[in-house]
Structures are given as structure tokens and as C-alpha cells.
């Protein structure tokens, strides 16, 4: 994460403009430090549902050739 006033900045304006209370807790989660390990947290999130998913459609597409090519369905 970029860490300078320019994009600290444009991300709090930007939020304020949205909704002040979001920004307000922006600010107090990022004076606590506590917004890196939030992202750090959703990203991991993102990638576990990303490995769940991957793992599944493998798994979909190896039954479906099965289906169509080995045991001569279809």
C-alpha cells in the first residue's frame, strides 16, 4: 500500500464526500494501523474462494470429459 499524503488525501476526500462516517473511521483504522491488516485479511479471502472455485471447475470439467468421451454418453 502507498503510503503518502497525496494518496491518503485523495482517499479521504474521496470517502468524505461519499460518507463522512467512513471516513472518519478510515482515519482512526489508519492511525491505528490496522488497515493494512484489514486488506491483508480481504485479499486472503479473496484468494481462498478463488483456490475453492479453481478447484471445483477442474473437477467439473475432468467428470465432464469422463462423461463424454470415456463412458460414451452423449
Do not use: Q
Not at 503518502?4 to 462516517?21: A, C, H, Q, S
Not at 491483508?40 to 479453481?54: P, T
Not at 475432468?62 to 463412458?71: D, I, P, Q, V, W
Amino acid at each position: 500500500m502507498v503510503k503518502t499524503k497525496t494518496t491518503d488525501f485523495i482517499i479521504r476526500y474521496f470517502v468524505r464526500l461519499f460518507n463522512p462516517i467512513i471516513a472518519e473511521r478510515w482515519k482512526d483504522l489508519r492511525i491505528e494501523g490496522k488497515i493494512e491488516r484489514l486488506l491483508r485479511d480481504c485479499f486472503n479471502v479473496l484468494y481462498i474462494n478463488e483456490i475453492n472455485f479453481s478447484s471445483f471447475s477442474v473437477m467439473t470439467l475432468s467428470l465432464a470429459y469422463y462423461f463424454t468421451e470415456k463412458a460414451g454418453f452423449l
